[in-house]
């Protein structure tokens, strides 16, 4: 099995800590974080006949608030449904009622220059609308509520990059596996994940867990599957292959 080169980081496993000793931004060990504090910025929404409501970003960002989710301490429903099996511990990065734009990164090391490598990030995208009377998700109706994008930045530059997924090609309520291949033009890396959700939601929320750079060509590691509710992840990895067969990448 090929090597992940974002070691035991990618997992996020391990320890955690206080992201520049603020309290509500709890973060995996190794890992970086930013989020958008130009109170300024406003997004503008295409108009899509599909979704009538649409309308511009109207708040302003707000940080998120940031936990390294012990699989204990989650309800028994959704340790279930959002926990990778074996996995103790999940990042779950949300916001409700309000906008907000982050991202998370990770460096991979002791790459090959010249080597092709692919980038992958389980995320569930916990768009919430609103809750049922009885304390139920419905998800947003509308897939530009929540976007998110791998990139991948080295020299000071990015050298890959899926641009902005929405909720049609992430889809929203159940875990996805976002892939991004890249050429290494060094032995190291950052590889990225970046999220905005530009309406105040009643939960602009990710979860994320068990991201990993190997490298293409050699033999993957097993994809650490979800539980029952996730079984979309199998179909994913499909579509990814007949991708990767169609533009000549084998992997």
């Known amino acids: 099995m090929t090597e992940n080169k974002l070691g035991s980081i990618g997992e996020m496993q ?26 300024s910025i406003r997004l503008k929404s295409p108009a899509d ?9 109207e708040q302003a960002f707000d940080p998120p608030e940031c936990v390294h989710w012990r699989k204990q301490d989650a309800p028994a429903d959704e340790q279930d449904s959002l926990f990778l099996q074996g996995d103790e511990f ?3 990065n949300f916001k409700g009622n309000a906008p907000t734009w982050w991202r998370m990164w990770a460096t991979a090391h002791l790459l090959e ?20 009377a009885q304390g139920k998700k419905v998800f947003a109706p509308d897939p530009l509520s929540g976007e998110v994008m791998l990139e991948v930045r080295s020299n000071g530059r990015t050298i890959a990059t899926t641009e902005w997924m929405d909720g049609e090609q992430i889809g929203f309520g159940v875990f996805r596996i976002p892939l991004l291949s890249f050429v290494a033009d060094s032995e190291s890396a950052d590889c990225v994940l970046e999220f905005r959700g ?3 939601l009643s939960n602009n929320g990710v979860f994320t867990a068990n991201w990993r750079v190997l ?3 050699a033999t993957p590691e097993p994809v650490p599957t979800p539980n029952p509710a996730l079984e ?20």
């Open 198 to 200: 530009r309406w105040g």
């Open 215 to 217: 490298e293409l060509g």
């Open 90 to 92: 999940l990042q779950k």
């Open 232 to 251: 979309m992840l199998a179909e994913f990895e499909a579509v990814a292959a007949k991708w990767r067969r169609k533009i000549g990448v084998q992997g």
């Open 113 to 132: 220059v010249g080597k092709r490598y692919e980038f992958n990030a389980p995320v569930f995208l916990d768009l919430v609308d609103h809750y049922t």
């Open 14 to 39: 391990g320890g955690h800590y206080h992201w520049n000793n603020v309290v509500e931004i709890v973060i995996p060990d190794g890992l970086q974080f930013w989020y958008q504090t130009d109170k």
């Open 49 to 57: 006949t599909r979704f009538p409501r649409r309308v511009d970003q």
